[in-house]
């Protein structure tokens, strides 16, 4: 089992930018695709980016395509989620997951208007 921490929300303007990460413990953090998800209030969870074990490609869902960059550090076991040109629907709790399903506590994101 992975261990995950994320940290970097806060609170933004729209437009404005943070950047996320996911400190993943032990080993095995480059055996796994990464993905990051996000839960809004009174909403489901749902995806917004992954990247593969090589780092070598990258998913996003198309409400954040263009604007969130994810990437990862293998030498700091993290992984990051980038978020530039935010806007208050971007308002959510942001959740890492390993591709085994291991899921972090989440960091909180808000966006004001």
């Known amino acids: 089992q992975v261990q995950l921490v994320e940290s970097g929300g806060g609170l933004v303007q729209a437009g404005g930018s943070l950047r996320l990460s996911c400190q993943a413990s032990?080993?095995?953090?480059?055996?796994?695709?990464m993905l990051w998800f996000r839960q809004a209030p009174g909403k489901e969870r749902s995806f917004v980016a992954s990247?593969?074990?090589?780092?070598?490609?990258?998913t996003y869902a198309d409400s954040v395509r263009g604007r969130f960059t994810i990437s990862r550090d293998y030498a700091k076991n993290t992984v990051y989620l980038e978020m530039s040109s935010l806007k208050p629907e971007d308002t959510a709790v942001y959740y890492c997951?390993?591709?085994?399903?291991?899921w972090g506590q989440g960091t909180q994101v808000t966006v004001s208007s």
């Open positions: 032990g080993r095995t953090f480059s055996l796994y695709p």
């Open positions: 997951r390993t591709g085994s399903g291991d």
């Open positions: 990247i593969t074990r090589s780092g070598s490609s990258t």
